[in-house]
DNA sequence: CGCGTGTCATCTGTTGACCCCCGACGGGCG
DNA sequence: CGCCCGTCGGGGGTCAACAGATGACACGCG
């Protein structure tokens, strides 16, 4: 074979090692959104044979990463400006619901955690780096989810973000500066400190709303090919 | 071949008829949680082969609909009152977000249908059909979801009152009687008529906390065997 | 008598090959 | 000239067999 060096697999089964890569890979954009996944050849390509492949394919279907259409195929799923909406208003509902779990629930030690992500962001966004700015403001709603103690409602965000993927970070760029977030971030911080759930979780929604609502605007629409 | 004849499977592919043949008995409880799944016994009483009723397993496990332990084999999953309690979390958020969504977008035809089915239960409280009652009262919440026009929602939606399955049955005879849970449907739908959609989502997450509450009860404890 | 270890059966994980369906292409008919 | 139908190729769907691992049982040693 050729092909064989490239992914060091080890202990797993290789079922999951094969979902794990093909995750990794999509959720990277290594594979772009509609990148055809011919069975024999990502098979031979992996140095594995069809059986675990076909088991992997049939995961990532069902977190929705790629989709099966009976008889041709797998294809890495593409997203439609209509479906990123509905998967905006998702989050904001479980984000809304995690963070009036957490409040309650926050430790010191949470709490100074997510002051600190608040104030690596804002270093972030003076310095206008959007990607770290991201991936901290990632970690910071994060925070909130993990800390609801909500095991299921963790699995569903955690499901929900990797579904919407990469087109969440252009979405952040829609906002303009990152001034407002940052912002939105400290009245959100600043309600949590006070112990007021509910107050915190209206701030929040209006936050996750805002790139909702540039969604529909014209210039979001070349964010989605086909 | 000895037992090929009692499921009559037909046109579409093998993973998806055994998908949705077990999907179907896990959730009439003809497979109580906890039971073994052993892939080549279930494949021959079912007159397949193993590929497509491991592909089958992988994506009930995906739905939370079976638990796999690696080299150890399928169990019907079951469920812990935590992760109930969790799991009514979540939907109480999502059924919350699902009204404020579609209370603006109700069609005449959707207000009459959702009075029907109001009607219905009225009936069946009456003659305390539980399970009728039950059957109407899970369309009438998912009435809303529907009507929401998110795709996603509604997907994840269904798929948690599915994994919550027949204990959701249960946990609405927790209520004690129907009248309150229908005096809380007809002050749902007033607020719905009148065109309020946050005092509908205020009134629904009240309605569905009802049980929920119950759930950290004693008397709860014994819907959860192990 | 109890604990540790070696063996064994059984089930899962994986493989490679076969079958059949789907979509495309080309020829013939209207 | 355009539409319909038969044929062909490619690829997914399925199957039966091999191999590795796991848990249980039993034997032997302390």
Known sequence: MSAQEQPRFENRTLREQVFEHLREEILSA?????????????????GISRGPLREALGRL??????????????????????????????REALES????????????????????LAAQMVEHAERDDASAFF???REFHRAFVLASGNERLCDMHEQLLNQMGRLL????????????????????LEAVDAGEPERAARLLEAHIEVPSRLL?????????ES
């Open 216 to 224: 529909d605007s014209p210039e979001a629409a070349d964010l989605f």
């Open 97 to 116: 619901l995690a963070i009036r779990l957490a409040v309650p629930r926050l430790t010191d030690e949470d709490r100074t955690h997510l002051h600190t």
């Open 169 to 188: 970070s252009k979405s952040l760029e829609l906002r303009g500066s990152l001034q407002q977030s940052v912002a939105e971030h400290r009245d959100i």
């Open 61 to 90: 279907a069902a977190e929705g990463l790629v989709t099966i259409r009976p008889r041709r195929g797998a294809v890495v799923t593409r997203f439609t400006q209509q479906e990123f909406i509905e998967a905006y208003q998702v």
């Open 30 to 46: 290594r594979l772009a959104p509609g990148t055809e996944l011919h069975e024999v050849a990502l098979a031979e390509s992996l």
């Open 135 to 137: 991936r901290v403001n």
